[in-house]
């Protein structure tokens, strides 16, 4: 008896793992004009950028700089100079001026074009997580955002590092999502990692880069593994890779224990910070200002915290801004300081939130009407809170001069003053001298190009309440003696000392005798509100300087 022919069964197609692609399209408006609307914003801010290229170096700023140049010298970290600050933006900085120049100019150039890639990487990465709609809007936010005075962005600081390497992170895993091989799961952790050295609190960020690769995983039918298990291996190896790198560098020069006293062991009782009342009350007075200068921005922001929950993204989509966007809040709140420019890591969640509220909108305005211009809408509105921004801070985007600028920002902080102050150093000295400055003013040994007689270029942590104090004052003492420095700057500065109550005064008992009897006094500079006057030499030891905020320098007896 014969078997009746029998209709091969047709195999299942494999159904392909979820990516983190857009539910649903509306029309698009073209390639030509997300580019054109995104090389505008790059235009515009770069042009506001351009004009703030000489601002001096605060502080921070000069810490980078003295560090970075130490670097070029052939100086490891934390031989000559002591922070609680991982080296990677010193090291960014270093790169920088090796291209553009050792001055404040090619530093402040150097982040114009890294703020450029950062926007474009946004672009990118949530064009490919999300749509161009969102992309843009998202870029656009963080392109005028970071460039404000809210958020000190005209100033050379680690959070830009930290968000460029971030923004290359996204992307890294817009094409894991696409393609979950461990080539951009490795990728992705390496570029956290970068971020991380760059500072410490991108720490939340390789958070984010772990747990999505996890979300990846577990949005599968059938959940596998053995894949996520290699990929988060490769990711953990990457992250790890450039501290592993950093750690061997210092350990071959010496400096490891150093290293991991002051980025580790200090930087632990720094990090308890404020108490929970104090740091509300900084959040508020931090966050006034930005809410009034980009208000629209802000409440898209909250706006999409809302609407993300009703878009019609993917669930893994909706997960991913809300991670994303938890884990860029928190690298804002370290020892609950809530500094200005703590919140440029926040910037690419504002704008991608706002984003997603800015795509919710006219997706529901598009059921009630087909007129095509309505996707145009959220760009309109964003440029019109970008004129309205600038509008309302004309002098700083138009006006006034970048040592206006400085000194509106930064008040009587010496940061005008330091270039004339290192100026005289360097014309009376030699490059072999050293230099001792009493205060936290490194970027004047940055300008002096002088070494300094101490690695204690912050002297904040000698007045902190915290169990090294006294310990760290001895040390900066005895540096200073062994050193013999041709000048000391002493800085009568209160912001460059934010002594607390309680807090021995050993350094101070021990400079006033030790400059009595090594040392005269060669320089006076007086800060007021409108003027700074400049006494040198003779005029300078017949001074009697009346302001607040005075630094007097001392030059070593014959």
Not at 68 to 77: C, F, S
Not at 171 to 192: D, Q, V
Not at 240 to 254: D, E, F, H, S, T
């Amino acid at each position: 008896m014969t078997k009746p022919n029998k209709k091969p069964v047709p195999k299942a197609k494999k159904v392909p793992a979820k990516s983190a692609r857009v539910a649903f399209q509306e029309k698009p408006l073209g390639n030509a004009f997300y580019w054109g609307a995104l090389g505008t914003f790059i235009f515009l801010t770069s042009l506001i950028r351009l004009r703030l290229l000489s601002i001096p170096f605060e502080r921070d700023e000069g810490e980078y700089a003295y560090i970075a140049k130490l670097m070029l010298k052939g100086i490891a970290p934390f031989k000559e100079a002591y922070t609680m600050k991982l080296p990677g933006t010193s090291a960014m900085y270093a790169f920088l001026m090796t291209i553009f120049g050792q001055t404040n100019i090619g530093v402040h150039l150097g982040v114009l074009l890294m703020g450029t890639g950062t926007i474009l990487f946004l672009y990118l990465a949530f064009k490919k997580l999300f749509n161009a709609h969102v992309a843009l809007f998202a870029a656009g936010v963080y392109a005028f955002m970071s460039v404000s005075p809210t958020v000190l962005g005209f100033a050379a600081h680690a959070t830009h590092f930290i968000t460029f390497f971030v923004a290359i992170a996204l992307y890294f895993l817009s094409r894991f999502y696409e393609n979950r091989t461990i080539l951009w799961a490795g990728l992705l952790g390496l570029m956290l990692g970068l971020a991380f050295i760059m500072k410490q609190q991108a720490v939340f960020f390789i958070v984010f880069g772990g747990i999505s690769i996890v979300m990846a995983s577990a949005m599968e039918k059938p959940f596998r593994f053995k894949p996520l298990f290699f990929q988060l291996v490769v990711f953990t190896a990457a992250v790890l890779l450039p501290y592993g790198i950093l750690v061997l560098i210092l350990k071959g020069a010496g400096t490891f224990d150093r290293f991991w006293f002051w980025t580790m062991t200090y930087a632990g009782k720094y990090a308890l910070g404020l108490s929970v009342d104090d740091g509300v009350k900084e959040f508020i007075t931090r966050f006034k200002p930005m809410l009034s200068e980009f208000t629209f921005f802000w409440l898209a922001f909250f706006a999409g915290i809302v609407f993300t929950f009703f878009s019609r993204f993917t669930k893994q989509q909706k997960l991913l801004v809300l991670l994303f966007s938890l884990c860029a809040f928190l690298t804002v709140c370290p020892g609950l300081y809530f500094r200005r420019h703590y919140f440029v890591c926040f910037l690419p969640a504002v704008g991608l939130m706002g984003g997603v509220a800015m795509y919710y909108l006219t997706t529901w305005l598009s059921r009630f009407s087909k007129n095509r211009y309505i996707p145009l809408l959220p760009f309109i509105l964003l440029s019109l809170a970008a004129i309205v921004a600038v509008a309302g801070n004309k002098n700083y985007y138009f006006s006034s001069t970048p040592n206006e600028i400085c000194k509106q920002q930064y008040g009587n902080n010496p940061f005008i003053e330091s270039l004339q102050i290192a100026d005289y150093i360097k014309k009376n000295s030699v490059a072999t001298d050293k230099i001792a400055v009493l205060g936290s003013e490194p970027q004047i040994s940055f300008y002096a190009d002088r070494l300094s007689a101490s690695g204690y270029i912050y002297t904040y942590p000698l007045v902190e309440i915290q169990p090294f104090n006294q310990q760290m004052q001895e040390e900066m003492a005895v540096e200073i003696e062994k050193s013999k420095p041709k000048f000391i700057v002493y800085c009568l500065i209160s912001a460059s000392w934010l002594g607390k109550v309680g807090a021995p005064d050993t350094i101070f008992n021990w400079f006033n005798s030790y400059a009595n009897i090594n040392y005269e006094l060669t320089g006076v500079v007086d800060i007021y509100n409108d003027q700074t006057i400049y006494k040198w030499n003779e005029e300078a030891a017949a001074y009697q300087p009346n302001s607040e905020q005075q630094i007097k320098i001392y030059k070593l007896k014959d």
